[in-house]
């Protein structure tokens, strides 16, 4: 989805805001720009007049501040990772990277938590915590490139929600700044503390539409001395969610169980070259990860034959192997982009409608897109399922109808752990009543009068 180019900025506008950041951090050359007009899967293309890269907390609320006086409305930007057009200037925006808010605060290994920059990757983050004893739980393919603002904004989810929960749940304090420039510094970290409203909790998810984050205060777990993986083949998707059930009442220490269906299986071997994790194929995997002080492989092996049997199953306890097979998972991304541009619905089902929902989503597709192909994939603990449709028109939403409608006839959510960005923002009637989204419109003209931060977006 494209939009028309952007328009120039107000007369001397560009000339505060580089003399806020300097004029190096005011990015205006056409070149420069491109990779922050686009979002990650290449459906989603805009155009700014600018990108402001500030280093403080005391820049980006001096750039807010005066983009807000000026009428000029700003896109907040991380990693650029999202899905669902939320990060991109669509309709002209001035872009604010955060990426060099970066500042990663010394362990706290008493309480078990840390302060870090907005722009700190999770990558980054987790190798700062290992270095302590320690483990940040959030999880997920793109922690090379991912931020911590961007994923506190969406409210990211990951592979480890199964047992930590999602980013909201890590998040015990915040530092953000409002529309016109104030800011709002709340990074006690204290676990008890009842005075007044959760601005965390409300700050998380809301996809920079209420205040830009600038750092955080996360919580950390301890670091486990032992990891197990297990890849597993199974028959069906009903017989995969019947064993993962299965296996959560009978182990607690389950971090992960990852969906993946043989042709997604197919196509990664095909656009990586690795070999095939059994002699035979099968039409389902699941990959299951388990951790703990200690070794908890015995635990998952005794866990397995408490439901379905597998077909068939590859262990892994050493870092290498352990990478090999979650590879199977993880680069199921980057091979369905060799496709071309995917519609991508991240979505969640029940748990009991979630093996008929994989069934139905390629029929539903195929009515509206004959010759389209279905790539499903995600975290069947959660009943989280990630559907990447190619060969159809980025413009195209007939696809996107037709499968969250089923969605919402499943008795689901039109979005598990993305947000809804500018993709999803026309079928959140869907999923929310008109009162509700009132409250939504109330909370952003109280913090946000002038529609400055990513006005498009959400709502």
Not at 142 to 160: K, L, M, Q, S
Not at 183 to 204: A, E, I, M, Q, R
Not at 325 to 349: C, F, M, N, Q
């Amino acid at each position: 989805m494209s939009s028309p180019a952007a328009a120039a900025l107000p007369g001397g506008l560009a000339q505060v805001l580089g003399a806020i950041v300097g004029p190096r951090h005011l990015v205006v050359e056409p070149d420069l720009r491109a990779g922050h007009e686009v979002d990650w899967t290449g459906r989603f293309r805009g155009a700014t007049p600018a990108v402001v890269r500030p280093g403080s907390t005391a820049e980006v609320a001096a750039v807010v501040a005066a983009c807000d006086a000026a009428g000029v409305a700003v896109v907040p930007q991380g990693g650029n990772t999202g899905l669902v057009g939320g990060s991109v200037p669509l309709h002209g925006e001035v872009v604010l990277s955060l990426r060099r808010l970066d500042q990663l605060g010394p362990v706290d290994e008493v309480a078990s938590q840390v302060t870090v920059g907005a722009g700190v990757t999770l990558a980054a983050l987790q190798r700062h915590a290992a270095a302590a004893g320690l483990a940040y739980p959030v999880d997920l393919a793109a922690r090379d490139t991912a931020t911590v603002g961007g994923t506190i904004a969406t409210n990211a989810g990951g592979v480890h929600v199964l047992r930590w929960g999602p980013t909201r749940r890590q998040v015990v304090g915040v530092e953000a700044v409002t529309a016109d420039g104030r800011v709002l510094s709340h990074l006690s970290g204290l676990t008890k503390d009842n005075t007044g409203y959760d601005l965390p909790g409300l700050l998380c998810g809301s996809e920079g539409t209420l205040a830009v984050i600038t750092a955080a205060r996360l919580a950390l777990v301890p670091a486990p001395a032992h990891t197990v993986v297990a890849l597993c083949a199974f028959a069906s998707v009903a017989e995969a969610v019947s064993a993962t059930a299965s296996l959560r009442r009978h182990l607690d220490a389950l971090d992960a169980a990852e969906l993946v269906l043989g042709d997604g299986m197919a196509l990664v071997r095909a656009v990586s070259g690795r070999p095939a994790p059994f002699p035979n194929d099968h039409p389902v995997y699941v990959l299951y990860e388990a951790s703990g002080r200690a070794d908890p492989t015995d635990a998952l092996a005794e866990a397995l034959h408490a439901g379905p049997a597998p077909l068939d199953v590859a262990v892994a306890t050493d870092a290498a192997r352990r990478a090999a097979l979650w590879a199977y998972r993880e680069e199921h991304t980057s091979a369905i982009a060799t496709l071309g541009p995917p519609h991508k619905l991240d979505v969640t089902v029940p748990l009991g409608a979630l093996a008929r929902f994989v069934e139905e989503v390629p029929r539903v597709v195929e009515r509206v897109a004959p010759g389209a192909a279905c790539w499903l994939f995600g975290h069947v603990g959660d009943g989280n399922v990630h559907v990447n449709v190619t060969g159809v028109d980025p413009d195209d939403d007939s696809v996107d109808d037709a499968v969250l409608g089923l969605v919402v006839a499943s008795g689901g959510s039109i979005s598990a752990e993305h947000g809804i960005g500018t993709a999803k923002r026309r079928w959140l009637v869907r999923q929310r009543s008109a009162a509700e989204l009132d409250v939504f419109r109330a909370v952003k003209r109280a913090l946000d009068p002038n529609g400055t931060l990513n006005p498009h977006v959400l709502l």
